[in-house]
């Protein structure tokens, strides 16, 4: 994932050293309880996380406020959550042993192997973060304690299993869990085995990563019931139009996209200049809370929810509302992402491109709100996390029309040209950005 493979290495279970040849089913078949153990576990720590984080927001954003006789999503109590938020986020990394992991700008949707010291730490920073209301996704952080869990557990409970396999199978387990499917991981696994060189045919190389996505995906399935379909009006056999906006959608969310990327660098060194979490995250969450008051309450929070409140009411704001709102949360992505709040950045991207898509749809009533938002949200994901399966995947399940998928992969090679080869929203250890 991102610039780092996630396929199996040398150590890996792999078919003998020719391009034609399978692996023996006695070769794959010790691979498969562990692998199902790694999804079953990994999806319950990313659905265990998200519903203590759901708890508390309810609390935060409801009974609370309502007992303190401030409005829910008043200014005031936007600030004054936001800034607690970091405010505790900060004490976490301050005081907690292992100061809830690195730098979050440095990590993209591959992990390192953290220590199991580390992981309550961070699980703790992630729960405090979605319940807050900062523009993050879990997706980042839950990968990470899976990983290190995994890597932990697996070195310990069968210490000839190859140690290189248990951060791609908790990788795989986790996309599978956090999107409902395997097929999220299978795509993302496959990217990254393209163009390294490998024994066997390919579904030798992802039988086992594609086991514990699977065992993720349908223990998410089974408890928690996810869905990304957004419930927009079903589009009919595609026109020239349909895919003239989707060109045009698609290209003008990268280029917002990109936008943010080439500012992260100065904005995360800005919040560096602070030097102390405990200094970084509040004023973070000052800036947050400001933009939420610019914004309102939909463009806090991880935005998956709140993106399909937009799409239940295409109707329901105007083309100057879906673009600011649009505008404010990728800067709330930004300013969350920079002063060290721990989460991802898919599930916010989707909201930005959403609400992008559905101010062309305002703008001009001829695009059809599904072609707007599956390839707004396509073109911004695209800018953001530089994984195109995972794009391409996304921005078709938001819409259930058989249609839209020709126009998403014509739409994406105009957008991929814009992102390609330019700088990521991802920082190496020294601040530039990894390309």
């Known amino acids: 994932m991102g610039q780092e493979p996630v396929g199996q290495d040398t150590d890996a279970p792999q078919a003998p050293p020719t391009a034609s040849s399978t692996a023996p089913a006695r070769a794959l078949l010790p691979f498969i309880l562990p692998a199902a153990a790694v999804g079953v576990v990994a999806s319950l720590v990313f659905v265990g996380v998200s519903a203590a984080a759901e708890k508390l ?67 703790l920073a992630t729960g405090l973060m979605l319940a807050g209301g900062p523009s993050l996704g879990p997706e980042n952080p839950i990968i990470a304690v899976n990983v ?40 993302v696994i496959s990217e990254a085995l393209a163009g390294r060189p490998m024994r066997g045919r390919l579904w030798d190389n992802v039988f086992a990563p594609l086991t514990a996505g699977t065992c993720g995906a349908m223990t998410t399935t089974l408890v928690a019931h996810p869905t ?85 009411r295409p109707e329901g704001w105007s083309a100057g509302q879906f673009a600011a709102m649009a505008v404010v949360k990728l800067a709330a992505l930004l300013v969350a992402a920079s002063c060290g709040f721990r989460g991802g950045r ?33 073109g911004m994901l695209l800018a953001v ?28 090679l105009p957008a991929w040209l814009l992102v390609t080869g330019r700088a990521q929203m991802q920082l190496r250890a020294d601040g530039s950005p990894v390309r």
């Not at 349909?242 to 045009?248: E, R």
């Not at 898919?346 to 390839?375: Q, R, S």
């Not at 399966?389 to 739409?411: D, H, I, K």
């Open 57 to 123: 927001q309810q609390v935060l954003w409801g009974p609370l406020p309502d007992a303190l006789g401030v409005g829910r999503y008043s200014v005031p109590w936007m600030f004054a959550v936001l800034i607690a938020t970091g405010l505790a986020v900060g004490l976490v990394v301050w005081k907690v042993p292992g100061h809830a992991g690195p730098d979050p700008a440095t990590l993209g949707l591959n992990a390192p192997v953290m220590a199991p010291a580390v992981l309550p730490g961070l699980v």
């Open 148 to 187: 290190g869990l995994a890597a932990w557990l697996g070195a310990r409970l069968l210490p000839r299993t190859p140690g290189a396999l248990w951060p791609v199978l908790a990788e795989a387990a986790t996309i599978g869990a956090l999107f409902g499917t395997p097929v999220a991981a299978a795509l």
């Open 228 to 312: 990304f379909d957004l419930g927009l009006p079903p589009m009919g056999h595609p026109d020239a139009k349909d895919l003239l906006a989707a060109l045009v959608i698609a290209s003008a969310a990268a280029v917002l996209g990109m936008c943010a990327v080439y500012a992260f660098p100065y904005v995360h060194t800005a919040f560096r200049r602070l030097r102390h979490p405990m200094l970084m995250l509040p004023a973070g969450g000052a800036v947050l809370g400001a933009l939420g008051a610019l914004g309102g309450h939909l463009t806090l929070f991880k935005g998956l929810s709140e993106v399909g409140e937009l799409a239940r």
């Open 346 to 378: 898919i599930f916010p991207a989707v909201f930005i491109g959403a609400a992008l898509g559905l101010c062309a749809h305002a703008l001009v009533p001829a695009v059809h709100p599904a072609v707007g938002v599956a390839t707004g949200a396509l």
């Open 385 to 412: 996390t530089r994984q195109a399966w995972v794009s391409l995947f996304t921005a078709a399940v938001l819409a259930a029309s058989p249609g839209l998928l020709a126009l998403l992969c014509v739409a994406s």
